[in-house]
């Protein structure tokens, strides 16, 4: 697609929004609002650009990271790769329950306002669930065994 047809087709797609003429004449905040609105019509229109510009710009940044002599990765230190992924365990763990402890807590908002509350209570458990199995993963990250009580306390 050359330039010029994608502008006029981006065009094309911001001005499919709607509003009333006369709202607009009269409302200064319904004509921001209508640009807000063209300009998140552009954006999810941009989107899969922006994804493959944003990976191509990591794999440029981990290139970088490389020496330029064509040395070792991240400054020869072994370690500091296996850290890094023990950090992203770590940090995705902790989202993980806060998110179902947020879960949790709207389903019980929904729950006491008599409003549909199941989806939001799965998505904790399910946040809780993942949440622990990045934990297990960072325990064995860490090289720390994992003890089964089988004998239930005796």
Do not use: H
């Amino acid at each position: 697609m050359r330039p010029n047809t994608f502008r006029k087709w981006l065009r094309s797609q911001a001005n499919t929004v709607e509003i009333d003429q006369n709202l607009l004449s009269s409302s200064r905040a319904a004509r921001a609002s209508r640009r807000l609105i063209q300009a998140s019509v552009i954006l999810n229109a941009l989107a899969p650009l922006l994804a493959i510009v944003t990976i191509f710009s990591l794999t440029a940044v981990s290139t970088m990271a490389q020496g330029p002599g064509g040395g070792t990765i991240f400054g020869g230190n072994d370690q500091t790769l296996g850290n890094g992924v023990r950090e992203i365990i770590k940090w995705g763990r902790n989202l993980l329950f806060l998110l179902g402890i947020g879960g949790l807590m709207w389903a019980a908002v929904n729950y006491m306002t008599e409003k549909n509350w199941t989806k939001q209570a799965l998505g904790g458990v399910f946040c809780f669930a993942f949440g622990s199995i990045a934990s297990l993963a960072y325990s064995f990250s860490q090289g720390n065994a994992v003890n089964l009580d089988t004998d239930l306390g005796n």
